[in-house]
């Protein structure tokens, strides 16, 4: 049985996520405490208590969902389940990968993901920028889309290849609306702002690459212990600079997370376990390949499925 691994990226946060699981398994709460020193804030405290408004702003999202996914890893190793054998994360989550797999540590993946978080936040001023779902239409129509309508002053570019009919757009405001109005017209079943006020993995994130890229080279990465695949490439880096040039494209190019799923389904993948806030992947698995079963992790309930499935796996080879 070949497993996956995979953390989530934005948009998978709420206030008290996590409580549950933390009541039950306290062991979650010292990588809480770790971050805290490392951010110079009360990790959990924002998690708990944070409204859904700060916990929507980038430079605070992708810190928080990346130590509660790491909270999540620690505590399967600490109950000695299986390692997976592959592993992927959507966007931000791909660092929290990156992290589990021992190709950076914990608290200078945290480091770079703040910075990688607040230079997002910063790349593009206030109003400027944003992000749009198109659903009911096939990739290629939303790229063709998109390529007809972008001009200098008016960025829109397909950057979230989420799953088979669902596309995220980016770019400048006017861009994405005009955008929406035309999928309409061209039978997108739907076509919706998203309360994102950052165009993220477009073009419009050029300067945000840049800097982050000097930091990237200089955070120390070593190849993993366990395969990622990465979002640019949909392939698991080859040596340090595929690595790393994925990570630093990865700026401002598209999220392949159904490209991402696709290469698990290759390499035999038979079981996709969420390690994160919500059940998004989960959902995605399921339109991109019903054959690959899916369990989220972020209730008790739920960890204790997974942990039933993988007893009776155990079971059924004994």
């Known amino acids: 049985m070949i497993r996956a691994a995979v953390f989530p990226g934005q948009g998978s946060q709420s206030s008290g996520m996590l409580s549950d699981l933390a009541e039950l398994h306290p062991s979650i709460l010292p990588t809480f405490e770790q971050a805290s020193e490392v951010l110079g804030y009360d990790v959990w405290d924002t998690v708990q208590n944070g409204t ?33 054998e592959v592993m992927g994360g959507h966007s931000l989550g791909e660092y929290t990968a990156m992290t589990a797999a021992g190709a950076i540590g914990f608290a200078e993946g945290l480091k770079l993901v703040q910075l990688r978080g607040r230079l997002m936040a910063s790349a593009v001023e206030p109003g400027v920028g944003g992000m749009a779902a198109l659903i009911g239409m096939d990739d290629d129509t939303v790229v063709a889309l998109c390529e ?59 300067g945000a690459r840049d800097e982050l890229a000097e930091a990237i080279d200089q955070a120390g990465f070593v190849m993993p212990s366990i395969p990622v695949i990465q979002n640019a490439s949909a392939t698991p880096p080859t040596d340090i600079t595929a690595l790393t040039d994925s990570l630093k494209a990865h700026v401002v190019s598209p999220v392949n997370w159904t490209g991402t799923v696709q290469k698990m389904k290759q390499l035999e993948v038979e079981s996709m376990y969420e390690f994160g806030p919500g059940k998004v992947l989960t959902g995605l698995g399921k339109r991109i390949d019903k054959s690959i079963a899916g369990f989220p992790l972020e209730t008790p309930a739920l960890l204790e499925k997974a942990i039933t499935s993988l007893n009776s796996e155990k079971s059924d080879v004994e």
């Open 148 to 206: 007809s309508l972008t001009t200098a002053d008016a960025v829109v570019e397909a950057v979230n290849f989420n799953a088979p009919g669902q596309v995220v757009i980016s770019g400048h405001l006017a861009a994405l609306e005009n955008a929406c109005e035309r999928a309409r017209e061209k039978g997108a079943r739907k076509a919706m702002m998203l309360p994102v006020s950052v165009p993220n993995h477009s073009s419009l994130m050029q």
């Open 52 to 84: 859904e408004e700060q916990l929507r702003q980038t430079e605070v999202t992708q810190p928080v969902m990346y130590v509660s996914s790491i909270a999540l890893w620690r505590l399967w190793q600490t109950l000695e389940l299986p390692v997976p």
